[in-house]
């Protein structure tokens, strides 16, 4: 998550959208706690959106649906702000995250 958002000037350019594929096993919100205490001024709140909530756990398509949201938020109007950071997870332990920006 880290590497997604090197060469930012935090807090000023921290994301203001946050997706996840947390999805209510205890280890994936304990992982957040800690990326949450750990790099506070990456994020504008600590709060994220996990689609697994309307959607239920779509797997490997997480990364690729969570852009989708993004830039749609953006074309509609009610994102927040104009970076998105987008994490995901498997089982076995790999973590990815990319950082979105708003098309000028």
Do not use: H, K
């Not at 790099?39 to 852009?67: I, M, Q, R, T």
């Not at 949201?69 to 995901?88: E, F, I, N």
Request: charge should be negative; glycine fraction near 14%.
């Amino acid at each position: 998550m880290l590497g997604a958002l090197a060469g930012l000037r935090l807090p000023a350019e921290a994301a203001g959208m946050i997706f996840s594929d947390i999805n209510g096993e205890r280890y994936r919100s304990e992982e957040w706690g800690f990326v949450a205490l750990r790099a506070p001024e990456a994020f504008g709140s600590s709060s994220y959106e996990a689609p697994v909530d309307c959607w239920g756990d779509v797997g490997a398509a997480s990364g690729a649906l969570f852009g989708v949201l993004s830039v749609r938020s953006w074309a509609r109007g009610y994102a927040l702000g104009s970076r998105a950071l987008l994490m995901t997870g498997s089982t076995s332990g790999l973590r990815g995250a990319i950082l979105l920006a708003q098309p000028e």
